[in-house]
């Protein structure tokens, strides 16, 4: 049942994926109807730009992959492309 006092959100991985196949025909018109909208709404490169950031950025939200950095230095190289491609997203998506 649905909780509507949750908020939830797509998270990165899903999105990814949703992005992944966003040109493909879905048996599910909800589904489909959402995937039609954004192919309306962005162009197919905005669209690779937000999927190529979704990709990147989950494998350091992913639990089992947090232990990729290691250490301060590492935080910082890993944030700086993050920021990188976070802001290509929020320029897109708010321009």
């Known amino acids: 049942m649905l909780n509507k006092s949750r908020r939830e959100s797509i998270g990165l991985g899903s999105w990814f994926t949703i992005l992944k196949y966003i040109y493909e025909r879905s048996a599910n018109p909800v589904y489909q109807k959402f995937k039609d909208e954004l192919i309306d709404q962005y162009s197919p490169e905005e669209l690779e730009k937000i999927k190529f950031a979704c990709g990147m950025i989950k494998e350091y939200r992913d639990p089992s992959t947090?232990?990729?950095?290691?250490?301060?230095?590492?935080?910082?190289?890993?944030?700086e492309k993050i920021v990188l491609h976070l802001n290509q997203v929020i320029y897109t998506l708010y321009d």
């Open 66 to 79: 947090h232990q990729k950095v290691k250490n301060y230095g590492d935080v910082i190289k890993v944030r």
